[in-house]
């Protein structure tokens, strides 16, 4: 089958996912192409020769996510597609796709229905759509992004949606499975070190300053290629240290995106989250972490509360032992849903088309 596949580049979570994917796509005969933006996502996957878009990325200052300084920055994303749109669909047709596949990326989503081909979205997004919002969490963001989430994914003939929690499908075309983990993750051996991994998107002044008065601990930070020592933390650039740092830490702190926290649940590391305010996936991640007992969360935090999490770790590690996450759901569901459009007369098809009930 020809493959379409749209990938966010608005962090680097949906990339790492992408190069599995997209290997084993591969290695079933399948033949992919790939559409992203931002640089390092383009950078990431440029072995498979990804065709440059325009996307959204997401704006955070002091305050938390910021709406008006995001819809300033994302401004240039509607005049790269006025002038670009007609030439992006005539390369997409000119492939002749089979099937779609968007994790998270909006532009695909429009041209799978502009071709009438078969649309696959692949998130963690989607979840929110089950969820009530949780007490404290903002209403604005609650429904502003249950709103974006039904735009991005629209129209699906198929949805898998990546999920901590373990339910039952609720729809014919839902899907509900545990995270795909990286090849790279998975060879790991995990050992409990004496260190603690800090892993920040974002640059986090005030969490810094409460880990440097805790001098008993050694921290090493992952954040914006900061390189450098300061006292009790290490600072790393992104690289080969990263893996090995990963595995031979004995706790995690870190923003609460998707990845990460599945990574940690897999090499059984407790977490503590520290949310990015005003990002509802972030605090819903967040409040996982704290409901399951596999790690604590804060969007601000302070010494007591760090010292309580380190003083829990044995707890932590023994929920994490008794919890199954199994990374090849995502891949057997998203073979076997390919193998199925495959069997799809031009008929079926249309009729899928025709009946796409949205879930709540």
């Not at 008993?216 to 290490?234: A, K, M, P, S, W």
Request: aromatic fraction near 10%; charge should be positive; charged fraction near 25%.
């Amino acid at each position: 089958m020809n493959i379409v596949y749209g990938v966010s580049g608005e962090g680097l979570g949906h990339v790492f996912e992408a190069i599995e994917i997209i290997t084993l796509l591969r290695a079933d005969g399948h033949t992919v192409k790939v559409l992203t933006f931002g640089d390092r996502a383009l950078r990431c996957l440029a072995a498979y020769r990804p065709t440059p878009i325009e996307g959204v990325h997401l704006c955070v200052d002091a305050n938390g996510l910021s709406l008006w300084k995001t819809l300033l920055r994302n401004y240039p994303c509607f005049p790269f597609f006025l002038k670009n749109g007609r030439r992006l669909m005539k390369e997409l047709a000119d492939f002749r796709p089979d099937v779609f596949l968007t994790a998270y990326e909006p532009f695909t989503t429009l041209a799978s229905h502009r071709l009438g081909k078969p649309l696959i979205s692949m998130d963690n997004q989607n979840e929110l759509r089950f969820l009530s919002r949780p007490r404290g969490a903002s209403m604005f963001a609650f429904y502003l992004v249950r709103l974006t989430n039904r735009i991005v994914t629209y129209g699906a003939a198929a949805y898998i949606v990546k999920s901590f929690h373990r339910r039952s499908v609720t729809a014919g075309h839902m899907h509900v499975v545990a995270p795909i983990i990286q090849s790279e993750i998975r060879t790991l051996q995990p050992t409990t070190g004496s260190h603690v991994l800090v892993y920040l998107t974002k640059p986090n002044p005030d969490l810094i300053g409460v880990l440097r008065t805790m001098t008993e601990q050694t921290f090493i930070v992952y954040c914006h290629n900061r390189v450098g020592e300061d006292q009790n933390l290490i600072f790393r650039a992104q690289g080969p240290s990263y893996l090995r740092d990963l595995a031979s830490c004995k706790a995690i702190i870190g923003t609460t995106g998707f990845s990460l926290i599945a990574d940690a649940i897999y090499l059984k590391k407790p977490y503590y989250g520290v949310p990015l305010k005003k990002q509802f996936e972030q605090t819903n991640n967040a409040y996982f972490l704290t409901k399951s007992g596999l790690g604590e969360a804060s969007e601000t935090v302070t010494r007591e509360q760090l010292e309580r999490f380190f003083s829990r770790l044995g707890d932590y590690r023994d929920r994490l032992a008794k919890y199954n996450l199994d990374p090849a759901e995502q891949e057997e569901t998203l073979r076997s849903l390919l193998a199925e459009i495959e069997r799809r007369t031009p008929e079926d098809t249309k009729r899928a088309r025709l009946w796409q009930p949205e879930f709540r």
